[in-house]
């Protein structure tokens, strides 16, 4: 199973940008689908963006042509660039990896760090 660790978080400005980053170890990194998700206080977890392990991406309609997903095998490292933030960005975001043997949804989690967009 993968060990998860979120960074990058933090308080920005509407407009403004993040970048988010979440190592991974303890398997096999490059097998795995990355995913990004949040939660916002009150709602429901929802898919932020994913990358497959070829490289393939998909992105939440809400978030399209603003943030950025990628992957880096050789860190075990997946990024989630974040720009032109709006406060109904700020959530806490948690990255997800999931092999392909493992249902959506399923897979491990890391604790996740808290963006918070001021208006």
């Known amino acids: 199973q993968v060990q998860l660790v979120e960074s990058g978080g933090g308080l920005v400005q509407a407009g403004g940008s993040l970048r988010l980053s979440c190592a991974a170890s303890?398997?096999?990194?490059?097998?795995?689908?990355m995913g990004w998700y949040r939660q916002a206080p009150g709602k429901q977890r929802e898919l932020v963006a994913f990358?497959?392990?070829?490289?393939?991406?998909n992105y939440a309609n809400s978030v399209k042509g603003r943030f950025t997903i990628s992957r880096d095998n050789a860190k075990n490292t997946v990024y989630l660039q974040m720009n032109s933030l709006k406060p109904e960005d700020t959530a806490v975001y948690f990255c997800?990896?999931?092999?392909?043997?493992?249902?959506?949804?399923?897979?491990?989690w890391g604790q996740g760090t808290q963006v918070t967009v001021s208006s």
């Open positions: 997800n990896a999931r092999p392909p043997w493992v249902s959506a949804g399923s897979g491990s």
């Open positions: 303890g398997s096999d990194f490059s097998i795995n689908r």
């Open positions: 990358i497959t392990p070829g490289g393939s991406t």
